[in-house]
């Protein structure tokens, strides 16, 4: 049986004979790596591990997640659109404002583009994509025309 004086005492630990933290440890100096673990702890699990992980290390500052911008931090893995919102709000509540991209496409880029997808998933199921005037006049040749 260990007697209680094996266990250090509490102050020996960084912490007072209360069990808090000494005043020199709760207050981190700005900049230090402590006071970025700090900012570092205010986000959710997924989105610092989405971090981490991009910056391929555990501790990193909401200044060097601003300087990866908006477009790598919509391309990182492990964030979705509700994680990136959570990410940009919380390096807003730091002072960095990362607006989104605009959007670059016109409406008849988009639709050129759905009108691909759409040829392509008929193709993928078997069916045969002739060209034709069908978008172009609005009158299409007839009912077997795709």
């Known amino acids: 049986m260990k007697s209680p004086r094996s266990n250090p005492a509490p102050h020996s630990r960084g912490l007072s004979a209360a069990g808090r933290p000494d005043a020199a440890q709760a207050a981190p100096l700005p900049g230090s790596p402590a006071s970025a673990s700090d900012a570092v702890a205010d986000l959710p699990t997924l989105q610092r591990n989405a971090l981490r992980k991009l910056l391929d290390r555990p501790h990193f500052t909401p200044a060097e997640v601003a300087e990866l911008g908006f477009r790598r931090l919509q391309l990182t893995r492990g964030l979705g ?17 990362l607006d989104p991209l605009p959007n670059r496409c016109s409406d008849e880029a988009r639709r050129s583009l759905r009108i691909e997808r759409a040829i392509q998933l008929l193709r993928a199921q078997g069916f045969t994509v002739l060209p034709g005037t069908a978008g172009r006049d609005g009158a299409g040749k007839g009912e077997g025309d795709v």
Do not use: D
């Open 81 to 97: 659109s509700k994680g990136l919102e959570t990410v940009l709000a919380w390096l807003r509540c730091h002072g960095y404002e």
